[in-house]
């Protein structure tokens, strides 16, 4: 990127900004990227993809939902090419960059979640069969979980698959409108097969939820297969792109090698047989969980901070002193209590996320070898990481959106689609309520086991330390010791009442399921403060092993001390209750806070320069680099089609109500 | 009423305002399917005599499903412009014309680099007294008008905001009707660049515009001059008195708080109905599925929210009916009310438009999947309604301007002054000051089951803010800072104030309804959502009233329990509540939301008619897939 100075026409609002920077954000940059010749290699994906105007995303916000869909068909097909000239594989390390760059404007996403599927889910003999069909694009695949009436409760799905023992067949039916497949990507017009997870009928009886592989289209001209009813779901909030389709399957029959084996398989004679363990194949659907966090969640909040501050370095707005220039909006307080918590959340997640990889990638081992003890434990931690990760990202993101003022509204300034891109994960790979409450069964158990004296996991021995007594800290500055604040977080006040009122609702005769039910609101709030709690330590443990060169480790810690104070701020009655904190400390509390924001404002710009982002990247009017806003916002609103091409409106409506209103008026 | 009802069904049902599902439509085709309603609406408001403003909003609003529209700003703005701003003369050259729809006008006061702030607009009129006319400029491009609605392609003059230039001085922004295209062939005219701003997130149909001048020149007649005035010469005449616009700001406002209410209310009646439809997992084994509605969760997400929009909508009846009381005055010359609601309005409409921005949101989060899609019809209520945040005046901005009154509010008790009206709060402040102690210190005896009592826990919290919020200013102020760097320093503090004042008024408002309510099932109702609206701001605010005494952590608990206690009365009652709302399914153009419930089938029917589906094999199958198995 070189130096600001040297760099020709950016806006000097922005320019100044980047000589203030009290680190080297090169240095951090190659910290984020895992090491310097991470960053090379990522920018040098970038530059190769940039350059081909096949992947350009300029026109995106002006096409229709057809036009962006095929857009999406034409740029996976090119990539295909693409990667064969750049010698790039599937398995290899750029594959993530190609990935991240593209922010999953492509299709065929679902046709590699199909492959994994496959080789997770599949017998030697059905992966050696289909995977090499599907890595040549013979056929393209989809994966239909999601029906009409059910989502995160898979148990509750309806689609029926009945073994016929007379033509070794499975016959796959939609037995009603709710179990129609609805949702699942790259289904609604592209594929050519999917795997259906449908309830298993054996003589009668019903084994549960099994995947199964259903061609649904002729591979000679792509209609669909007698008795499947397939397409599009129709426009959503985002993903305009995704063929998201509907699936409906009457009497569908596909033969015995078609259900997907590993684990159990149906014989020839009805036999129903179990082998191996769930477990490992357990473990790989809840490490995807974590998967999607990087680069559809972090990542829009990263790239909503960098737009939402530059575009705030360069707007003036009213005064702050008479006779002076017109004020950065990014000075007025207000502003930087919008936006730089986010800021500092968005390296909070980003820490927690290559914490959470480890953790998993360890658990792997663990699990190879057969030792499942540290499944529970790993399960807690997607779901309740997940839907926390997934919620604040989402928030983090509107907030940025609305800081922009009106430009934001533009879809050219990038926010909108940031936005309703990310809120999507809220709800995909199991809704957040009911991960949390996933989180807090396991806290509870784990709550339980420690008051009986038993062992629990390493990440809950918390759980069973002492009540802290009076927080001791007497000045504002005693409230940045990491020391002093975690000892907040680690309050587990929300759940040790949860747990006795849950006893207390069963002893005086309630049932277990109603107790429950009683208690969901406050467990849900215990499982959010567990996960808010491990993302400061782990924040707080990453600062502390940081160089302490180039000025990282401080503006490193300064982030880690307002994510932590924002958290105290604004849930100043958990702290105050019980009368831990004193109202006269809360007051410090704020003090420190609201000072942390201005020192952090000094680094803020370069702050999300180190997260690299490119301007195409970005897509935004607002967020570039060089900070020239207003002249790009204009430039671009006149390709808008609406200016390009003329609209029958003013002919058809217009003239006549403008010209012939004596007639009728 | 009935009326209204029967008035909405014409209109639904009227063959010339159908058309296909707006989902499924572009841009270009959204904007045109609402140019020739509002064409035909024009004609139709004629022929029914329809002129009463009210009248006019209902009949557009049924139109046009609650929809913006290109004619918004014609109609809302520039006709109401002309007729409070413009002088005889002007009204004689102007108003027919604009009537009869022969000039369609928009207002151009937004520019690129300016919107809240309207003093640092750029555009400027200077008056060249040799040929009598204004000269208009966009001096730089942040100067361009960027934003109004109608602008883009649809109006032909435009009333435009600019400094005003004379006798090579600057007298402060005023307001010029500049014709901007060809009266006949709708081409813009010599020095004028209009266009359209692009998409947006929503207001599809809305051809929100940019306009560049460049030394347009306007005769001096064209100036709106029913106060200020230019003269011949160029000399300048003052207008009497500036708070007058203040009546227009205060009846905007309170059209938007009605909104967040309206928004918040369709909201709830998709989510809720939904929830009624969808059942999900178990919560005994064994049994059926459940309502998604039985979940404590799921009643924790809606049933405040509903509470919420019943308490704005009580809050935005109570606005239109004190201007409506006062705008007598106003006309008067009596002035002296204004400057309270102006303020207080400012915090309202921020605290409302906030509120249910988030609430749609969460309703849409409550609806899972199916709520994303727009079939759904709650992204599209979202998108509409968020700009709402920002025009009319920024929500921070607002929010400082009402702490500011507060402020002043407490200076004056502090030097005291005795305040009225609903600061009124402030005066015990003074009583306070003889004993030593804390204002907060005072004991309030709280009973948690009573809306009265709740009124009074929240008018200490905010008399605890803003004092702490005025303090904190003073000590800025005291240690070094200007007037301005003090008031930045304070803000953060300052905007929480101003909220914790608006929570207050909001409870105390709705409190007040309850006895107006004379049917004893409903003000049983009403109370219950009363009660859930004031304890839950408590349980997500517990930190302002444990800090300030106001409640002890025993009745926090109590707090947290009776929120549930109260999750499950309402319960019952909670379709029949959202039903009350009335909303014809046209209107709420929501799959999920539908009255008879019939969800998952139409949802099938509405998916079949997406533009991806209009051929069985979609194109890009042959233009890519096809060639690329084949390559391969």
């Known amino acids: 990127l070189g130096s600001p100075l040297k760099t020709p026409g950016v806006n000097p609002d922005l320019a100044s900004e980047r000589l203030t920077a009290s680190f080297s954000v090169e240095k951090l940059t190659a910290r984020l990227d895992g090491g310097a010749e991470h960053t090379r290699m990522r920018r040098a994906i970038v530059e190769a993809i940039e350059s081909d105007p096949a992947f350009s995303r300029e026109n995106q916000y002006f096409q229709s939902q057809n036009e962006r869909y095929e857009a999406a068909v034409r740029r996976a097909v090119h990539l295909q090419k693409k990667m064969r000239e750049m010698g790039w594989t599937e398995n290899g390390p750029e594959i993530k960059y190609i990935y991240r760059w593209l922010s999953g404007d492509i299709a065929f996403l679902l046709h590699r979640v199909f492959m994994r599927s496959i080789s997770v889910l599949g017998s030697d003999k059905q992966v050696a069969k289909w995977i090499p069909l599907a890595t040549e694009h013979q056929i393209i695949g989809s994966y239909a979980q999601t029906e009409l009436g059910h989502g995160t409760y898979l148990q509750g799905l309806e689609t029926t698959a009945v073994f016929d023992i007379a033509t070794q067949e499975f016959l796959l039916n939609t037995p009603k409108i709710s179990a129609m497949k609805w949702w699942p990507g790259d289904m609604g017009r592209s594929a050519t097969h999917t795997v259906v997870f449908a309830q298993l009928y054996v003589h009668g009886k019903c084994y549960g939820v099994h995947p199964f592989i259903v061609q649904i289209r002729s591979l000679q001209d792509h209609s669909p297969r007698p008795g499947v009813t397939v397409g599009d779901i129709g426009p959503k909030m985002n993903f305009e792109h995704t063929d998201n389709g509907y699936l409906m399957l009457q009497n569908v029959r596909v033969p015995r090698e078609n259900m997907l084996s590993r684990f159990c398989e149906v014989q020839p004679d009805g036999t129903y047989v179990r082998w191996g363990s769930q477990k490992i194949n357990y473990f790989t659907m809840t490490t995807v969980r974590i998967s999607i966090l990087s680069d559809e969640v972090i990542l829009p909040l990263m790239k909503a901070c960098t737009i939402a501050i530059r575009y705030s370095a360069v707007r003036r707005q009213s005064k702050l002193k008479p006779g002076e220039q017109e004020a950065k909006i990014l000075d007025y307080q207000t502003q930087q209590q919008k936006l730089l918590p986010q800021l500092a959340a968005a390296y909070a997640f980003h820490f927690i996320n290559i914490y959470l990889h480890e953790l998993f990638d360890r658990g792997y081992q663990e699990i190879q070898g057969r030792n499942f003890d540290s499944l529970p434990e790993l399960h807690a931690f997607s779901s309740g990481f997940k839907a926390m990760v997934t919620q604040y990202c989402t928030s983090g993101v509107e907030i940025c959106l609305r800081a922009c003022g009106g430009h934001g509204y533009s879809l050219l300034s990038g926010l909108p689609s940031l936005y309703t891109r990310v809120l999507a994960s809220c709800i995909y790979e199991g809704e957040n309520t009911v991960l949390f409450l996933q989180t807090a069964r396991f806290l509870i158990k784990c709550f339980m086991a420690a008051s009986a004296g038993q062992p629990i996991p390493p990440s809950v021995t918390y759980l069973s330390s002492a009540k802290p007594g009076k927080c001791p800290a007497k000045d504002k500055l005693d409230f940045l010791s990491p020391d002093v604040y975690l000892k907040f977080f680690q309050f587990s006040r929300l759940l040790s009442s949860s747990a006795a009122k849950l006893q207390h609702l069963i002893q005086s005769g309630a049932e277990k399921h109603e107790a429950w039910n009683q208690c969901t609101v406050q467990l849900v709030k215990a499982a959010q403060a567990h996960c808010h709690y491990i993302t400061v330590k782990i924040f707080v443990e990453t600062v502390e092993k940081l160089d302490n060169k180039a000025g990282i480790q401080k503006v490193m810690k300064h982030l880690c001390d307002l994510f932590a104070l924002h958290g105290i701020f604004s849930n100043a009655g958990d702290f105050l209750y019980d009368g831990y904190l004193s109202g006269a400390q809360m007051d410090l509390v704020t003090a420190s806070y609201l000072d942390l924001l201005a020192v952090i404002r000094m680094d803020a710009v370069p702050l999300v320069d180190a997260f690299d982002f490119t301007d195409k990247s970005l897509n935004s009017a607002l967020g570039s680099y060089d900070g020239q806003v207003y002249q790009r916002l204009y430039e671009w609103a006149q390709k808008s089609p609406t200016n390009q091409q003329v609209s029958p409106a003013y002919g058809k409506y217009l003239k006549p109500l403008l010209q012939n209103r004596l007639s009728k008026l | ?632």
């Not at chain 2, 402060?172 to 062939?185: D, E, M």
């Not at chain 2, 178990?282 to 509470?307: M, R, S, V």
């Not at chain 2, 109570?318 to 204004?338: C, H, Q, V």
């Not at chain 2, 499950?568 to 153009?589: E, M, W």
């Open chain 2, 1 to 632: 009423g009935r009326r209204l009802g029967e008035r909405e069904a014409l209109v639904i049902n009227d063959p010339d305002f159908q058309h296909e599902d707006l989902n499924f439509l572009s841009r270009s085709q959204r904007y045109e399917q609402a140019i020739r309603k509002s064409s035909l609406m024009v004609m139709k408001l004629r022929e029914h005599g329809i002129a009463d403003p009210d009248e006019i909003y209902w009949f557009k609003s049924f139109v046009h499903r609650g929809r913006p529209e290109p004619l918004d700003l014609h109609l809302g703005m520039f006709l109401p412009t002309l007729l409070t701003q413009a002088t005889p003369e002007q009204q004689d050259r102007f108003f027919m014309p604009a009537w009869n729809l022969e000039i369609i006008g928009t207002y151009a006061q937004t520019e690129m680099g300016h919107g809240t702030h309207l003093r640092g607009l750029e555009t400027t009129a200077t008056y060249d007294p040799a040929t009598q006319e204004f000269i208009l400029n966009s001096p730089t491009v942040t100067s361009i008008k960027w934003w109004p609605g109608g602008l883009g392609k649809t109006s032909n003059h435009a009333i435009v905001l600019a400094q005003l230039y004379t006798q090579g001085q600057c007298k402060g922004l005023h307001a010029f009707i500049v014709p901007i295209r060809q009266l006949g062939t709708h081409e813009p005219l010599p020095g004028i660049t209009v266009g359209d701003i692009g998409p947006k997130f929503g207001y599809d149909e809305m051809d929100n515009g940019y306009l560049k001048m460049d030394n347009f020149r306007i005769p001096r007649e064209n100036m709106l001059m029913k106060y200020a005035q230019v003269e011949p010469d160029g000399t300048y005449v003052k207008p009497l008195n500036d708070k007058l616009t203040y009546g227009t700001m205060v009846f905007i406002r309170s059209i938007i708080v009605g909104d967040s209410a309206r928004s918040l209310s369709r909201a709830c009646t998709i989510a809720i109905r939904y929830s009624a439809v969808r059942h999900q997992s178990e919560l005994k084994a064994g049994e059926p599925e459940p309502q998604i509605l039985d979940y404590q969760t799921q009643q924790y997400k809606l049933f405040p929210l509903l509470a919420t929009a019943y308490a704005f909508h009580f809050v935005g009846a109570y606005i239109k009916d004190t201007y409506r009381r006062i705008s007598g005055d106003i006309i008067e010359g009596d002035l002296s009310e204004l400057p309270e609601l102006h303020a207080l309005t400012a915090g309202l409409k921020a605290f409302t438009s906030w509120t249910a921005n988030a609430g749609i949101e969460e309703c849409r989060m409550a609806c899972g999947g199916h709520g994303y899609s727009r079939c759904s019809g709650l992204p599209d209520i979202y998108v509409t309604f968020t700009p709402s945040c920002t025009y009319e005046g920024e929500n921070t901005v607002m929010m400082l301007q009402t702490a500011r009154f507060l402020v002043k509010s407490y200076t004056q008790v502090s030097s005291g002054q005795r305040v009225t009206g609903m600061v009124s709060y402030l005066n015990d402040l003074s009583r306070q000051r003889i004993q030593p102690q804390h204002v907060a210190a005072r004991p309030v005896t709280v009973r948690i089951n009573d809306p009265i009592s709740l009124v009074e826990a929240y008018k200490a919290r905010a008399a605890r803010l803003v004092e702490a919020a005025a303090k904190n200013l003073q000590a800025e102020l005291n240690h070094r800072k200007s007037k301005e760097d003090a008031w930045n320093r304070t803000s953060v503090d300052l905007v929480r104030a101003s909220e914790a004042h608006c929570h207050y008024v909001i409870v105390k408002l709705f409190t007040a309804k309850l006895s107006e309510i004379s049917n004893a099932a409903v003000r049983a109702v009403m109370t219950e959502l009363c009660l859930l609206y004031a304890l839950y701001g408590i349980s997500k605010n517990t930190g302002d009233f444990l800090q300030a005494g106001i409640l002890t952590d025993t009745q926090v608990n109590q707090v947290n329990q009776h929120v549930k206690e109260l999750l499950a009365i309402i319960r019952p009652n909670a379709v029949a509540l959202v039903d009350s709302f009335d909303f014809h399914d046209v209107h709420l153009g929501s799959v999920l939301g539908r009255y008879d419930g019939n969800v998952y089938e139409n949802m099938f029917e509405w998916a079949k008619k997406s533009p991806l589906n209009k051929t069985e094999v979609h194109e890009s199958f042959h233009k890519h897939l096809k060639p690329m198995q084949a390559k391969l």
